[in-house]
């Protein structure tokens, strides 16, 4: 495993500096500040009550599988045979059983740059290589089929509604990848945690054209249940037996009691009203932001706001540590999420209310009146 070549989350080193501010402004984190729906606690607390502690198999439970599916097909129209779906403990699993599924030893994996850091890590720790691939606002950060000719890669990872940026790849555009990916025998693998989370459009799976792509979701953003580190994915029929043997020896099965919460979460009502408030923060945050820095689009989904601060900086990092120390407002520098620009980039999470956003606003304004 090549640990040498993996990097820190600069992230959670801010998280812990801005601990030791108790008027912090958050930004940071890519987290919910919202909690799931009662339903979820009521289901946590019987599950807990009835002594639900035992392992499931390591498929999980087959009734929450049979969730997910009837959810793909009211969402997208798409039919998945529950044996398809795995739970995993968070995404984070299911990104190993996508990578040991689809690469060995030695591949390369396509990655745009930028994109979330554990990809990449977690390709070094299989010795996998990562292969990035650059995107930026002319494209709306969205890969093309154009840039994936020639490339040596033996999957693509891609995801929608992006982290960091906030774009959602067009149903026209993901269909086309996939259409590549399948004439030269490449892997696609989806990264969809943050669908549900879009607020002008429904975002696309790429199990709509393509019926052998690895799709990964769960539970964390949308359904506001990040501490219950349970996630999904779903793998090609005939790869059902690999996946779960290897669920079987990394992690046995998904957190049992997490499981059993999880199959209250989709309580449609109040998921509205969680796509609702996220909108509402986003439009007011997009709003401020704009006036102070270059915000290239308005996120499409996801949580974030990828803001260019080239005006004040050309070291965003070193930007984010002084805005932090000097007026407490906590942000994600850009070179976490890799090195095509990135030093000119902030994101901002708007994972807080509005009013908790508005107090940095108004600190960041006379901060860069300050320094001219």
């Known amino acids: 495993m090549r640990y040498d070549k993996m990097s820190a989350f600069i992230v959670m080193d801010i998280v812990r500096e801005a601990a030791k501010y108790p008027n912090a402004v958050h930004f940071e984190i890519g987290q919910p500040d919202l909690p799931p729906s009662p339903k979820v606690k009521a289901a946590l607390q019987h599950a807990v009550a009835d002594n639900q502690f035992r392992y499931t198999e390591s498929l999980g439970l087959a009734e929450l599988r049979q969730k997910i599916c009837q959810y793909y097909h009211r ?45 990449k890590n977690f390709a070094y720790m299989m010795e996998v290589e990562p292969h990035f691939m650059p995107v930026d606002k002319h494209s709306c950060y969205q890969l093309t089929p154009q840039q994936l000719q020639g490339q040596p890669i033996r999957a693509l990872q891609i995801s929608s509604p992006a982290n960091p940026t906030g774009n959602i790849y067009t149903a026209d555009n993901l269909r086309a990848l996939n259409d590549y990916c399948r004439r030269h025998d490449i892997a696609f693998i989806s990264d969809e945690l943050y669908h549900g989370l879009v607020y002008e459009q429904q975002a696309a799976t790429a199990l709509q054209f393509n019926p052998d792509a690895y799709v990964i979701n769960g539970f964390s953003k949308y359904f506001c249940m990040p501490g219950a580190r349970l996630g999904w994915i779903i793998v090609p029929q005939d790869k059902v037996r690999s996946a779960e043997i290897i669920a079987q020896n990394i992690f046995i099965c998904a957190p049992t009691l997490s499981q059993y919460a999880a199959l209250h979460a989709f309580d449609a009502d109040y998921l509205q009203q969680i796509q609702t408030t996220f909108k509402q923060r986003r439009d007011y945050l997009y709003q401020e932001l704009s006036k102070l820095f270059t915000i290239e689009f308005k996120p499409q989904g996801a949580f974030y706001l990828w ?20 007026i407490q407002v906590a942000t994600t520098p850009g070179i976490d999420f890799g090195n095509n620009g990135t030093k000119h980039y902030l994101r901002f999470a708007y994972t807080r209310e509005i009013e908790h956003m508005r107090e940095g606003i108004e600190r960041l304004k006379m901060w860069l009146q300050q320094r001219g």
């Open 75 to 119: 969402h997208y129209q798409v039919e998945i045979s529950p044996q398809r779906v795995l739970l995993t403990p968070g995404t984070s699993g299911a990104f190993l059983i996508a990578y040991a599924l689809t690469l060995a030893k030695g591949d390369k994996l396509g990655l745009t740059d930028p994109s979330y850091p554990c990809y």
């Open 307 to 326: 803001a260019d601060v080239s005006h004040y900086s050309d070291d965003s990092y070193q930007f984010a540590k002084e805005m932090l120390h000097e």
